[in-house]
């Protein structure tokens, strides 16, 4: 993790925004902070709070929790965790994780989510009604490693993963990505 950076991250491209790739549009912004207040003799911290808060840049897109079907080693339930179809509403800005650790005890507000659907480049009419966006899903943790697939064709919910439409490039269709 990049502590006390901010980083975006152009989805379409599959690449981070410059200094830290090519990427051109800020779909998703990842921010990371970290305070510490005590630490030991080789200098790790030991009383600490920390922060990754994952944020969209256009009002109107967002992500939002996925009912997975199983578990992510796909031992329970079905093999294929997510929906077939995004959601149209419940997109939320922004999504903040945060620990706090003193000594041994730690309390987190990460629930260990690992599905979410994302709706981003979104455009509405005077009514506020969504005429065009795209939209995707991801497996895996928000502030850690995940998987994302985006569907290319625009207002289209269908999120199964589809390895000939993927507009990333990747052989199997997918983007793995670590902030």
């Known amino acids: 993790y990049c502590l006390y950076r901010t ?34 003799k080789v200098g790790r911290a030991l009383d600490y709070d920390t922060c990754c808060t994952v944020s969209v840049t256009n009002v109107v897109d967002g992500l939002c929790k996925g009912n997975p079907d ?15 179809i995004a959601p149209i509403s419940t ?24 599905l979410y659907y994302f709706r981003i480049r979104t455009q509405t009419n005077n009514l506020g009604q969504v005429t065009n966006a795209l939209y995707g899903k991801i497996y895996g943790h928000l502030n850690g490693t995940f998987t994302y697939y985006l ?29």
């Open 7 to 40: 980083s975006g991250y152009d989805i379409v491209k599959g690449e981070f925004l410059p200094p830290y790739g090519g990427g051109v549009v800020p779909d998703m912004v990842f921010e990371w902070e970290m305070s510490i207040f005590a630490t030991n």
């Open 70 to 84: 199983g578990d992510m080693t796909a031992q329970e339930g079905s093999y294929f965790l997510s929906a077939y």
């Open 91 to 114: 997109y939320h800005p922004v999504w903040s994780f945060s620990e706090k650790a003193r000594g041994q005890h730690a309390e987190m507000t990460d629930d260990q989510h690992y």
């Open 151 to 179: 569907n290319p064709t625009p207002k289209e919910r269908n999120v199964e993963f589809d390895p000939k439409r993927n507009i990333l490039g990747a052989p199997d269709g997918i983007r793995s990505f670590m902030p």
